[in-house]
């Protein structure tokens, strides 16, 4: 079991910048590859972006790509997402997720544990 506990969120403005965090415990958490993915209000969960096992490989989607990066910190068990240029359409609730898969999956079916999500709202 991998417990992931989310934090960083609340209300920015658009154009400003948020870190969202997420603390694992439980099994290794280097052996994981991890994802960051929203819900939007009235929309399915898509995915954001994500990282393999060591940090070493990236995948984002289009929507957030060149404005927010993904890191971990195997140390400390933590993965990370810096938002920047933050739009109002990024308003939602954001997961992070990890995954047995070596490779980085980008869909939610693939992902094997959960945190409970914390809340973005970017103001016009």
């Known amino acids: 079991q991998v417990q992931l506990v989310e934090s960083g969120g609340g209300l920015v403005q658009a154009g400003g910048s948020l870190r969202l965090s997420c603390a694992a415990s439980?099994?290794?958490?280097?052996?994981?590859?991890m994802g960051w993915f929203r819900q939007a209000p009235g929309k399915e969960r898509e995915f954001a972006a994500g990282?393999?096992?060591?940090?070493?490989?990236?995948v984002y989607a289009d929507s957030v790509k060149g404005r927010f990066s993904i890191s971990r910190d195997n140390a400390k068990n933590t993965v990370y997402l810096q938002m920047n240029s933050l739009k109002p359409e990024d308003t939602a609730v954001y997961y992070c997720?990890?995954?047995?898969?070596?490779?980085?999956?980008?869909?939610?079916?693939?992902?094997?544990?959960w945190g409970q999500g914390t809340q973005v709202t970017v103001s016009s």
């Open positions: 439980g099994r290794t958490f280097s052996g994981y590859a």
């Open positions: 997720a990890a995954s047995r898969f070596t490779l980085i999956p980008t869909t939610q079916s693939r992902y094997d544990y």
């Open positions: 990282i393999n096992w060591s940090g070493t490989n990236t």
